[in-house]
Each structure stands twice: as structure tokens, then as C-alpha cells.
């Protein structure tokens, strides 16, 4: 197929989706091209669009591609959508959710370790929302489930991968909801030995409350119209 067209057709499927489109569903949808045709004019694409300098932009996202508003246009596409009945997430599941985002997999007795109080009920929740899934079970004894995050966290924060997590501050600010500075000084530890462990930044002293192990660049995740649960 000409790569013209070939654009266009997947164009078209990214203005109608509502959740990124991954390069091999682009391709059985469209018999006619292969995966290196589709990603040849996904690239083309993403720098056309992004080229314009308009009010959204072409992203990848989750192993999937996306049309997603500019960061400076966040607050107005907010606006329009405050009256989207949303399921906000507690300032205690939040808070569940940051330690599995930078600690996976982990068990529930880890979790609750960091947290000081009974985290089964949060669990619950956060894996009725499909942000966290069941990795396995630890080789320890009474083998504890493992828990780690989901495609669905990926898609709600606009990351292309786990590598791509937000500082703890990011999270919060994405998230609407307030961490406790406990959970936040934790946290941040693991982002700075994660940081020191890839080569991307130095090593600096953590606290001894922190527990750190890894860590990725921080960075600012893209709308995808909805407001932050």
C-alpha cells in the first residue's frame, strides 16, 4: 500500500480510538500492510503531526500509539470532562499503588510492611480498576501472590513503559490526590537507587526511612482527555 494512504487510514483509526493502538492490531486491521509498513508510517506520521505544532500530539504509549493533547492544553480538556462521572482513586489505594508501581512484583507483607496497616481491601480495589495484576507467587514460604502493575496503569499515566515512571510528586499531581510525606520520602528513595542501578543519574544518600532499589527519569505524561482518577 502507498505510504500516503497508508497514513491516512491510521490516522483515522487514532482519531476514533480511545485507547492506543499497538502496531500489529494496526496491521491485522490493515490486511494490506506489513508491521514494518505500519510502523514506517506511524513514525512519518508522529513527526508530521508533531511538526505542526497544534494542540495535540502523537505519542507512544503502553506498546500502543495514541493522539493525545499537549501538556500547556491539560487544564482545558480537564474542564470539559469535570462532568464525566470518573472512579477517583483514595488517597490510600494511591498510596498502595505507588509503592507496587516502584517496588515490583511485590506481596502484600511488603505493602504492608511500608504502609503500617492492612492493605487486602486496597488490593481488592486497585485490581477491580485493572490497575494492578497478579504476577505470580514468591518462592518463599506459603508462596504470596505477586502483585505488579497493569497496561491500564501505563494508559491512565501516558507512559510508553515502566521505565518512563514519574517522580512520586508526578504521580500525586497526575493523580489529584495528596501521598503522606512518609510514603513520598520511601519512594523517592527507590527512584534514586533504580537511577544509580540504570546509569541514568548518580547515586545521592537517601534516608534510612527509604527503602530504595530503582528508579527512571522523571518525565510528564500526556492527557488522554480524561481527568485523573
Known sequence: MEINELKKIIESLLFVSEVPLPIKQITWIIHESTPDEVHQALLILQEE???????????????GFQLVTRPDYHKWAKELYKTVTTTRISRAALEALAIIAYKQPVTRTEIEAIRGVDVSNLIQSLLEKKMIRILGRAEVVGRPLLYGTSQEFLVHFGLKSLLDLPRVSEIQELAGDKLTPELMKEMEGELRRREAKLGIAPEQPVTESANPETSSPSMEAPSTFEEPT
Open 49 to 63: 503531526l508533531n511538526g505542526l505544532n497544534r494542540s495535540f500530539q502523537l505519542v507512544e504509549i503502553a506498546e
